[in-house]
């Protein structure tokens, strides 16, 4: 049974091992928190970690940002409804037929039905790196361009950085996921991430859901880091 979540925050499991995401999964609390498995972490434990954080009552965010063709990126959304995740992405640049073969493909899952969303521009791109990629529109236009096309196609929101949620709340309505990376508290390594925002702003702005990862999981105390940063929205 999935518990009832309090808080818009997802915590980034990316862990080599099914026994090390367990391990922190089982520091946090699924009533103050959703879980993401990434890459990492699904090439290494697969479908059956999936299940086992399903069943610990954590809702999932398979993030495994599908791009292909159509038919492939169809039936890999599909496969992961059956697993009973809440969430799936694919990347937006696979165009209008792949995200609609995504949507189509959803149809008949009833309420069991996750929310599917698109990856406009990853919050680690700056727009001297896309621009080096061969986009010629600035990065905003970009990820406005994405994130339309995702809600003409009928997907459930999009990620981008916190940055741009002002912006797409105003062009996309109040309804439209916005799942934003790139999470920094005051204070903490930005890593590898370029387009960052603190919880409170990211809310600010216009975020629905806060994808957080390191400022937790490598946190001396994950759980305390969770409600620090529970703390700092609810103000
Ligand atoms: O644009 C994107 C899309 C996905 N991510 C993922 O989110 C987490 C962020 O982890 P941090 O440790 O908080 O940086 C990670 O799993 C990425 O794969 C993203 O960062 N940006």
């Given at each position: 049974?999935?518990?009832?979540?309090?808080?818009?925050?997802?915590v980034?499991l990316?862990y080599?091992?099914?026994?090390?995401a367990?391990?922190?999964?089982?520091q946090?609390?699924?009533?103050?928190?959703?879980?993401?498995?990434g890459k990492?972490l699904?090439?290494a434990?697969g479908?059956?970690?999936?299940?086992?954080?399903?069943?610990?009552?954590?809702?999932?965010?398979l993030?495994l940002?599908?791009h292909?063709i159509?038919?492939?990126v169809?039936?890999?959304?599909?496969?992961?409804a059956?697993l009973?995740v809440?969430?799936v992405?694919?990347h937006?640049?696979?165009g209008?037929?792949?995200?609609?073969?995504?949507v189509?493909?959803l149809?008949d899952?009833?309420?069991s039905?996750?929310l599917?969303i698109?990856?406009t521009v990853l919050?680690s791109?700056?727009a001297?790196e896309l621009a080096?990629?061969?986009?010629?529109a600035?990065l905003e236009?970009?990820?406005?361009?994405?994130a339309?096309?995702a809600r003409?196609?009928?997907?459930?929101?999009?990620v981008?950085?916190?940055?741009?949620a002002?912006m797409l709340?105003?062009?996309?309505?109040?309804e439209?996921?916005?799942v934003t990376?790139g999470?920094?508290?005051a204070?903490t390594?930005t890593?590898?991430q370029r387009r960052t925002?603190?919880?409170?702003e990211?809310l600010?702005e216009?975020?629905s859901?806060l994808v957080?990862g390191r400022?937790?999981?490598a946190?001396p105390?994950?759980?305390?880091?969770?409600k620090?940063?529970?703390f700092e929205?609810?103000?």
């Amino acid at each position: 049974m999935q518990s009832k979540v309090s808080s818009p925050v997802i915590v980034a499991l990316d862990y080599d091992s099914a026994d090390t995401a367990l391990a922190m999964a089982d520091q946090l609390d699924p009533s103050l928190c959703r879980v993401k498995v990434g890459k990492e972490l699904f090439t290494a434990a697969g479908p059956d970690l999936v299940r086992a954080l399903v069943d610990r009552g954590f809702q999932v965010f398979l993030d495994l940002k599908f791009h292909d063709i159509p038919n492939t990126v169809a039936k890999a959304v599909k496969a992961a409804a059956q697993l009973g995740v809440w969430m799936v992405n694919v990347h937006a640049s696979g165009g209008e037929r792949m995200m609609t073969a995504a949507v189509d493909a959803l149809r008949d899952c009833g309420d069991s039905r996750p929310l599917l969303i698109a990856v406009t521009v990853l919050t680690s791109t700056t727009a001297e790196e896309l621009a080096a990629t061969g986009v010629s529109a600035p990065l905003e236009k970009q990820v406005l361009q994405l994130a339309s096309q995702a809600r003409a196609c009928g997907l459930d929101g999009v990620v981008c950085s916190a940055r741009e949620a002002k912006m797409l709340r105003s062009e996309c309505g109040s309804e439209f996921a916005l799942v934003t990376p790139g999470i920094r508290p005051a204070g903490t390594d930005t890593g590898d991430q370029r387009r960052t925002l603190t919880p409170s702003e990211a809310l600010e702005e216009g975020s629905s859901y806060l994808v957080v990862g390191r400022p937790i999981t490598a946190a001396p105390r994950p759980l305390e880091s969770l409600k620090s940063i529970l703390f700092e929205i609810s103000g």
